[in-house]
């Protein structure tokens, strides 16, 4: 089993950033694929982007490209999202989720959020006009 707890929202200024991390308990969390979701008033819960067990494979929604990088150190049980340009759309929860699996690349089955198995609690991110 893995315990994810998210950190490093708040309130920010457009065209801030802001770093979220997302701290990992389990001997096994080098065997998930890691993915931040977040989920904004009215709307659905939105993947924004995922990363393989090793790291080594990395999938952005196309609308984050240029402007979030994931990454991940398996030695401290960690993942980051680094959010730059921050718009006010980008108000919402975020949460890092974390799904099993025995593939080494990021696939079509982790870019939706019934696939994953461990859910942090979600961080609130604001961005203010």
């Known amino acids: 089993q893995v315990q994810l707890v998210e950190s490093g929202g708040g309130l920010v200024r457009a065209g801030g950033a802001l770093r979220l991390s997302c701290a990992a308990s389990g001997r096994t969390f080098s065997s998930h694929v890691i993915g931040w979701f977040r989920h904004a008033p009215a709307k659905e819960l939105e993947l924004l982007a995922a990363?393989?067990?090793?790291?080594?494979?990395?999938y952005y929604a196309d609308s984050m490209q240029g402007r979030f990088t994931i990454s991940r150190d398996n030695a401290k049980n960690t993942v980051s999202l680094q959010m730059n340009s921050l718009k006010p759309e980008d108000t919402a929860v975020y949460y890092c989720?974390?799904?099993?699996?025995?593939?080494?690349?990021?696939?079509?089955?982790?870019?939706?959020?019934?696939?994953?198995?461990?859910w942090g609690q979600g961080t609130q991110v604001t961005v203010s006009s």
């Open positions: 990363i393989s067990r090793s790291g080594g494979s990395i």
């Open positions: 989720a974390a799904r099993r699996t025995a593939i080494a690349v990021v696939t079509a089955t982790s870019r939706s959020p019934s696939e994953y198995d461990y």
